[in-house]
C-alpha cells in the first residue's frame, strides 16, 4: 500500500499545481482595449441643428431632419420609417436569410471550439483504461526449447497526465479562441446590420424605381400626343417633315428610359427575395408608394467616442487585434521550458477474480522537462511574425475607424446637402407645374395652341422624375446614417 499512497500523493500534487500554473504568469502583453478616438465630431464643418424644412411635398418627405447629438440610434431602426411592410419584410429576412444562419453558425462554432479548449489546456487529463487480452506464447520467441504457454491478462488503470502552465502558454492560447469568439460575434451583428440596412434601402429603391416608371409612361403618353399632332399639322402643311422627325426622335429618346427602369425593378425585386430568404419564383411583386414612406425627423447622433462600441466592423477589428496580442505571447512561451507530469495507478492480474487485490497493484508516476535548445531559429522566427501579425492587426483597426468616421461624415452631408437638392426639385416642379396651369389656361382663351400644353406637360413630367430621385435620396440617405452608426449596436 506504500506505493499506492505514493501515486495518490503524486495524483493529489497534480491537482495543486494545476491551480497554481493558473495562477501563475502568462508572457507576452496583456491585452486592453483600444482608447476611443479623442474627435469631438465627426466633420471639419460645424453641421446644423437641423437640415431645411421644404414644404408642401409628398407626404412627410419634405419636413427638416433634426440631429438628436449624444443619442444612440435605437435598436429596430427601422422601425422609425413607419412601414408594416418594412417591417414584415426585415423579419422575414432575419428569420430566412442564408448568410445570417451562417454567420451565427460560424459563431456557435466558434463558442464550442472555446469549450474545448478551456477542457484540453486549463484541466488534467484523466483516463480510464481497461483491458482483457488471452495470449499462447511459442519457444522460438525465447530462443529455448520449453512449453508452449496460453495465459491471460486483465487491466485496469487510472491515469493522469498535465502540462504545467508556468508561462501562461494555454492560457493565451484560450485567451486566443475566446477573442475569435468575439470576432465571430462581431461578425454575426455585422451581418445581421448589414441584411437589415440592405432590406431598407432595397425597399425604398423599389419604391423609387416603380414611381420613376409611372412617370416615364405618363411621359411617353404625352410625348405621343405630340407627335399625333405634329403629324396632323404636317398633313395640313402647318409644319415641316423634319419637326414631325424631332418630335418622332424625341419620343424614342423618352421610350429608351423605360426598360432600363424595368431591368432595374425587375433585379430589384430579386435582390429582396434573397435578402428575405425566399427564391425569386416565390415572392414579390413588392408594391412600395415612395409618397407613402415616412421619413424619420429625428436623427441620433451618438459621440464619436461611442461609436467605436457601437460599430461591429470596429469591434471585429479589436478582436483582431487581441488575438494578434496573445499569439505573441504564445510565441514567447514556446522559447522558454515546459514541465509535463504523469501519474498512474490501476491492478494487472492472470486472474480477473483477483484484479483489484493489494498484490496486483500497479503505479507510476514521473515528470519531464522539455528545454528548446535548437529548432533552427524557427521560434524565434514564430515570435517575430507575432509581433509583426500585432502591427498588422493594430493597422488595420485603425483604418477601419477612419473609415468609419468617413461614413458618418458621408451619411450626414448627404442629409444636409440632400435637402437642399430636394427643395430645388421640389421648387422646379411646382414652377413647371404653374407653368403647365398658365398655359393651359392661356389655350382655354385661345392664346396657346394645344402643342404648347403637351411641351408643358411633358417637361413637367421630366422634372417629377427628378424629384422622385431626390426624394429617395433623402431616405436613403438617413438609412446610410443609422448604418454608419453601428445600427443600434
Not at 430645388?424 to 389656361?441: G, P, S, V
Request: aromatic share 8%.
Amino acid at each position: 500500500m506504500n506505493g499506492s499512497n505514493h501515486a495518490q500523493r503524486y495524483i493529489g500534487f497534480i491537482v495543486i499545481l494545476t491551480s497554481v500554473a493558473l495562477s501563475a504568469c502568462a508572457v507576452g502583453p496583456d491585452f486592453h482595449p483600444l482608447p476611443p478616438p479623442k474627435a469631438m465630431r465627426y466633420t471639419r464643418l460645424a453641421m446644423p441643428a437641423q437640415t431645411v424644412n421644404i414644404l408642401p411635398a409628398p407626404g412627410n418627405s419634405g419636413q427638416s431632419q433634426r440631429f438628436v447629438m449624444h443619442q444612440r440610434v435605437p435598436r429596430v431602426w427601422w422601425g422609425l420609417f413607419r412601414s408594416t411592410q418594412l417591417n414584415q419584410l426585415v423579419a422575414q429576412g432575419l428569420q430566412n436569410n442564408p448568410t445570417l444562419v451562417q454567420a451565427k453558425a460560424t459563431l456557435q462554432q466558434s463558442q464550442a471550439t472555446l469549450a474545448a479548449a478551456i477542457g484540453t489546456l486549463f484541466f488534467p487529463k484523466w483516463d480510464l483504461d481497461t483491458s482483457a487480452k488471452r495470449s499462447r506464447t511459442a519457444s522460438i520467441q525465447y530462443g529455448v526449447p520449453i512449453p508452449a504457454t496460453i495465459f491471460s491478462v486483465y487491466a485496469a488503470s487510472l491515469e493522469v497526465s498535465y502540462t504545467l502552465d508556468l508561462f501562461g502558454k494555454e492560457r493565451r492560447a484560450v485567451e486566443v479562441y475566446r477573442a475569435q469568439v468575439d470576432y465571430a460575434q462581431y461578425e454575426w451583428m455585422a451581418a445581421y446590420l448589414t441584411l437589415t440596412t440592405n432590406i431598407t434601402t432595397t425597399w425604398i429603391t423599389l419604391a423609387s424605381l416603380q414611381a420613376q416608371i409611372r412617370e416615364i409612361r405618363a411621359l411617353i403618353q404625352a410625348q405621343k400626343n405630340i407627335v399625333s399632332i405634329v403629324k396632323r399639322q404636317l398633313k395640313l402643311g402647318g409644319v415641316a417633315e423634319k419637326e414631325v422627325l424631332v418630335q418622332q426622335t424625341l419620343l424614342a429618346q423618352i421610350k429608351a428610359q423605360l426598360p432600363p427602369l424595368e431591368k432595374a425593378l425587375s433585379q430589384t425585386e430579386h435582390v429582396m427575395a434573397v435578402f428575405i430568404g425566399k427564391p425569386t419564383s416565390e415572392s414579390g411583386p413588392f408594391r412600395v408608394n415612395l409618397d407613402s414612406v415616412h421619413l424619420p425627423t429625428q436623427l441620433p447622433v451618438s459621440l464619436p467616442s461611442v461609436l467605436v462600441q457601437q460599430r461591429p466592423d470596429i469591434q471585429a477589428a479589436s478582436a483582431l487585434v487581441h488575438v494578434a496580442s496573445a499569439k505573441i505571447g504564445i510565441a514567447t512561451a514556446n522559447l522558454l521550458p515546459q514541465i509535463n507530469l504523469t501519474a498512474g495507478y490501476g491492478w494487472l492480474s492472470p486472474i480477473l477474480s483477483q484484479l483489484f487485490t493489494p498484490m496486483n497493484t500497479v503505479w507510476e508516476y514521473g515528470a519531464q522537462l522539455l528545454e528548446p535548445v535548437f529548432r533552427g531559429g524557427a521560434l524565434w522566427a514564430e515570435k517575430r511574425a507575432a509581433l509583426a501579425g500585432y502591427q498588422g492587426a493594430l493597422a488595420g483597426y485603425q483604418q477601419t475607424v477612419l473609415q468609419a468616421f468617413k461614413d458618418v461624415s458621408d451619411a450626414l452631408r448627404a442629409i444636409e446637402i440632400d435637402a437642399y437638392a430636394f427643395q430645388d426639385r421640389m421648387q422646379a416642379e411646382k414652377t413647371a407645374q404653374e407653368t403647365l396651369r398658365m398655359i393651359q389656361q392661356q389655350f382655354r382663351l385661345g392664346g396657346e395652341n394645344f402643342l404648347s400644353v403637351l411641351n408643358a406637360q411633358k417637361q413637367y413630367e421630366e422634372i417629377r422624375v427628378q424629384r422622385i430621385e431626390a426624394q429617395a435620396a433623402r431616405y436613403l440617405d438617413t438609412v446610410a446614417l443609422f448604418q454608419a452608426l453601428g445600427g443600434g449596436w
